[in-house]
Nanobody, 126 residues
Framework: QVQLVESGGGWVQAGGSLRLSCTASGRTFSTYAMAWFRQAPGKEREFVVAINFSGSSTYYTDSVKGRFTISRDTAKNTVYLQMNSLKPEDKAVYYC???????????????????WGQGTQVTVSS
């Protein structure tokens, strides 16, 4: 069974850090771009960041630039999201997603992705 499993969410005070992990099982995803999205209560799912198949190219939404870092470990079939200087507005359920392509293309569009994880909750208190 092919699936993505996120972990690493939790509660943190504003200014703190968390590292999310997304591990793919059932097949290798080394030839596909990956991304993180998030969804806050009452809001639509929004794009956070994407990384291409090799890890050489990334694309961040403006609100997380300089605070979040995406990376991938092909050997472990895992994508990471290091989140620093967290703010209350970062509170959301975070989802990882597998793109249909290897390169970053239409990254903000959910239809670009054909496999999603179940999500992990991130709570940031002020």
């Amino acid at each position: 069974q092919v699936q993505l499993v996120e972990s690493g969410g939790g509660w943190v005070q504003a200014g703190g850090s968390l590292r999310l992990s997304c591990t793919a099982s059932g097949r290798t995803f080394s030839t596909y771009a990956m991304a993180w999205f998030r969804q806050a209560p009452g809001k639509e799912r929004e794009f956070v960041v994407a990384i291409n198949f090799s890890g050489s190219s990334t694309y961040y939404t403006d609100s997380v630039k300089g605070r979040f870092t995406i990376s991938r470990d092909t050997a472990k079939n895992t994508v990471y999201l290091q989140m620093n200087s967290l703010k209350p507005e970062d509170k959301a359920v975070y989802y990882c997603a597998k793109a249909k392509y290897g390169n970053i293309f239409n990254s903000r569009v959910p239809e670009t992705y054909d496999l999603w994880g179940q999500g992990t909750q991130v709570t940031v208190s002020s």
